[in-house]
Every structure is written in C-alpha cells, then in structure tokens.
C-alpha cells in the first residue's frame, strides 16, 4: 500500500496511516487462543470482523459517533478518522466470566462494584456493570476501579463513557439474544476528535472484541463454549500443548467447521449472506 504508512500492529490487526486525519484499520485472518496466535489462518475472519463492526457502527451512531469513514471493496479494512484514544478500556460485563469472575471469587467485587453473594461462574448479573481496564503494551490488560479511570480520563468524561457503553451494550446484548447469541462481555475504546467530541472507535461488538456464548449451549457453573472459537480450543487441549508460543498448525476440519461458525455469526447478527457482503461490503451499512 504505497499510500499508507504502518503505524502499529495488534496480535491479528494492522493500522496504517492514510493521511493526517484519516487511518486504516486491516484486520487479518490471524486467530490467537489462550493469547497466542497460531500459525493457521481462519480464511475470512478478518472480514467477518471487520464487516460486524461496521454493521454495529451504522446501528449505534445515534447513540454515539464513531469513527467509520468507509469500508474498502477487500471487505477486511476500514477507513476511520484519526482520534485521540482514551487511554483505558470500557468494559461492559453482563455475565461474571473472565478476569471479572476471577476478582470476584478473589474479593467480592469486580473494579468496585460488589457483588451478590454466591454468584457461580458465567452467571448472569443481575445488571450489566463498567468495569474498565488499562491498556498494557504487552501482557494483559488490568481491571481498574473507576476512581482510577477517573484519573487516566477525567471524572466527567469517564461518566459519559460509562453512560454510552451501557447504552451500546444493551442495544447490542438484545440484537443478540433475539438471534440466538449471549453478548457475555465487550471491550469497547472511545477517543475524541477535533472538537473533543466523544467517539466510538476501534472495533465494536466482534467475536474477537467480546464472548460471544451460543444462547442454546448457555448453563451457568462454568466456561459456555465460546461461539466461534471452541473448535479450536478443543483441538489445542486435546494435543495437551502447554499454550506457550508457537501454537499449533490446525487441521483442515477445524479451520473450516472454525470459518463456518463465524460466518454464521455474521449472518445471524446482520441478517446479510456473507457472500453479498463480498460482493459488496456497503451492504452492511446502508
Ligand atoms: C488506534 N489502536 C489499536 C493497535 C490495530 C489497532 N480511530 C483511531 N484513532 C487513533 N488511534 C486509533 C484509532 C482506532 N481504531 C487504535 N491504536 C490506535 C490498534 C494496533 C493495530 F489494528
């Protein structure tokens, strides 16, 4: 891409630099589990994603702006405007899973909030809480209570981002379920623009950004399978790798049945074939 310049690197996403106000976002079709990404590429994934998030970006701008200029034809890379970050993450949790299980079983509480008594694990709360969490360079993120986001952010804009995330959250856990998928939890990053308006960024409400549970598979008392990625974790236990990098190569059984479960997503969630969002990724947003 001769008219981008590489600005950073996720695990499985790149960000390139279009012009002083605008960037690229490519998510590929890397796949980390148990945080190592393995040298298997799932085909399609990075346009799954990339075409979900838009889809929630045109459903939720009247309850924030974000970031989304415009998808490109490859279906995979997002156009966006250039913000400045908050430099925290807004986690939403509808369900006790994750770190947040782990610091309740720990404390009672999770960034906070105290919980009821004898939650099991994956239970669903009784309400949806913000736990936010910092951003590591390297190595996981760390759950936060909100008198520390109030000082990374600002007291006033740490509220209003609390605000639109529950709001978000609750738009898009209720699409969902209405679709047979459990939005457990969702990492969503806010940065403002010129005008210091707040704006939703990076990727919103993907498997990849969120526990996505199928609604049919749910039990409280332990893991849900993940709806996109069992397979593939399935497959790594059963090799007894101790999830240090390198990860495994995947068989062709797992990488496919793994493609089929997210395009399924996509087409659950969207109400659009896949294939017609190859054809044409605006299909998403209009
Ligand atoms: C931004 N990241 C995360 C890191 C990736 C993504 N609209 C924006 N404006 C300014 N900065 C960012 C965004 C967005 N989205 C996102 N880091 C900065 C990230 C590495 C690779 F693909």
Known sequence: MPEA?????????ELYALDP??????????????????????????RVLTGLSAFWF??????????????RPDGRSTE???????????????????????????????????LPEGLIESQRLPEPIFT??????????????RETAAGLVGADRLAQAERIALALYAHAAAHALE????????????????EGTLVLGDEAFTPDSSRFWPADEYA????????DKQFVRDYCESLGWDKTAPGPELPDDVVEGTRARYVEAFERLTGVAFDDYLENPDVVVG
């Open 5 to 13: 310049t590489h600005v950073a690197s996720g695990k499985v996403r």
């Open 21 to 46: 106000d605008r960037l690229l976002l490519v998510a590929s079709d890397r796949i980390s589990t148990f945080d190592v990404v393995l040298p298997t590429e799932i085909p399609d994934k990075g």
């Open 58 to 71: 045109a459903r939720t701008s009247s309850v924030v702006p974000n970031h989304l200029l415009a998808l």
């Open 80 to 114: 966006c405007r250039r913000l400045e970050m908050l430099p925290i993450e807004c986690v939403i949790r509808g369900y006790l899973s994750g770190s947040g299980w782990k610091d309740y079983r720990a404390t009672g509480a999770v960034c906070g909030h105290r």
């Open 132 to 145: 936010p969490a910092t951003k590591a360079q390297t190595g996981h993120d760390e759950n936060i209570d």
């Open 179 to 194: 679709h047979g998928i459990i939005l457990a939890d969702t990492k969503l990053e806010f940065g403002l623009d010129e």
């Open 220 to 227: 409280p008392g332990g893991t849900p399978p993940s709806f």
